[in-house]
């Protein structure tokens, strides 16, 4: 079992902790130093609560369409929504949009080690005696990134490429069984519109695009 970090004693009253956890007296901290420590800690404060509200928010968003989906289901013995949950909310003059959509975290299981094989045998024929500008675009797309991450997207974009060479189709094959879903997670989408003929406009909730 691991042991909780014991919280750091009061600070007395008179005195500033400072990085490396020193009391120091107030009478010894610069005006200004004192000045942006009293406003980053009231903002921080601000946007704890503000997280705090956008949480509830987000769970009371949540479970009202829970309870309209519900509702449905039981009125007309059916399921709303689309593949794995996704489904979208407008309201009746067709101007505001709620949309909840299920996002997956793709991994790869080892047949991609196989596909990465067949392609390399693909490339040495292809590229012989040429340049080799095409080995690196493929390369790339199994190129680790960071936190030791695979490029999901460009890996799964070589399927759209059309070649008919044989080693290159069971390369594909071998990256489509080589998919797995490691995680999935659940995003709610806020969309408002000034008509029903024009386009959809995003409500963000990120701080920094307000």
């Known amino acids: 079992m691991t042991a909780t970090p014991d919280a750091p004693p009061a600070v007395p009253d008179g005195y500033a902790r400072d990085a490396q956890g020193r009391l120091v007296p107030l009478s010894k901290v610069r005006p200004e130093d004192q000045l942006e420590d009293a406003l980053v800690r009231g903002l921080i404060s601000g946007a704890d609560e503000l997280r705090e509200f956008m949480g509830g928010f987000r769970d009371k968003a949540y479970a009202e369409i829970k309870s309209l989906i519900d509702l449905l289901a039981e009125k007309y013995d059916t399921k709303l929504g689309g593949q794995k949950g996704n489904l979208q909310l407008t309201s009746f003059d067709g101007t505001l949009r709620v949309q909840v959509a299920i996002g997956d975290t793709l991994a790869f299981?080892?047949?991609?080690?196989?596909?990465?094989?067949?392609?390399?045998?693909?490339?040495?024929?292809?590229?012989?005696?040429?340049?080799?500008?095409?080995?690196?675009?493929?390369?790339?797309?199994?190129?680790v990134r960071?936190?030791?991450?695979?490029?999901?997207?460009?890996?799964?974009?070589?399927?759209?490429?059309?070649?008919?060479?044989?080693?290159?189709?069971?390369?594909?094959?071998?990256?489509?069984?080589?998919?797995?879903?490691?995680?999935?997670?659940?995003?709610?989408?806020f969309y408002r519109r000034e008509s029903p003929d024009a386009p959809w406009t995003a409500l963000s909730l990120d701080i920094a695009k307000l």
């Open 109 to 143: 299981g080892p047949q991609l080690q196989v596909a990465k094989a067949l392609i390399d045998e693909c490339l040495v024929e292809w590229t012989e005696g040429g340049n080799d500008n095409v080995r690196a675009l493929i390369n790339d797309a199994f190129d």
């Open 146 to 189: 960071e936190k030791g991450k695979l490029p999901v997207d460009r890996i799964l974009s070589l399927r759209r490429l059309d070649i008919g060479d044989e080693r290159w189709k069971r390369a594909m094959d071998a990256i489509s069984e080589a998919i797995r879903v490691e995680s999935s997670k659940s995003y709610i989408r």
